[in-house]
Nanobody, 124 residues
Framework: QVSLVESGGGSVQAGGSLRLSCAESGGTGSVSSMGWFRQAPGNEREVVAINTASGSTHYGDSVKGRFTISRDGFENTVYLQMLNLKPEDTAMYYC??????????????????WGQGTQVTVSS
């Protein structure tokens, strides 16, 4: 059974930075798509950044130029470096892994495994 454990959330002021981590365990050992979604109260879950099995990266429009996703393939851990945080970045951030065959990287429903989430709060 695949398990995803996130860490690194917290509270910062606008303009600050945070680094999230997500460690995967229990997988097959093969490389899979991994990344981050977020969900604020009353909003749908939206893509933040994805690192695909082929090594390409994708970002949600609202975080381009501020967030960077990276990956430690040996440890099967994915990181999200968040810079210049804004109050609108406040949300629960979820790690996701394993994109369904034929799935779309931006669709939460197309990922098989999810972490419990880590809260990011940005104050103005």
């Amino acid at each position: 059974q695949v398990s995803l454990v996130e860490s690194g959330g917290g509270s910062v002021q606008a303009g600050g930075s945070l680094r999230l981590s997500c460690a995967e365990s229990g997988g097959t050992g093969s490389v899979s798509s991994m990344g981050w979604f977020r969900q604020a109260p009353g909003n749908e879950r939206e893509v933040v950044a994805i690192n695909t099995a082929s090594g390409s990266t994708h970002y949600g429009d609202s975080v381009k130029g501020r967030f960077t996703i990276s990956r430690d393939g040996f440890e099967n851990t994915v990181y999200l470096q968040m810079l210049n945080l804004k109050p609108e970045d406040t949300a629960m951030y979820y790690c996701a892994s394993v994109l369904k065959d034929g799935g779309t990287w931006s669709r939460p429903a197309d990922f098989l495994y999810w972490g419990q989430g880590t809260q990011v709060t940005v104050s103005s």
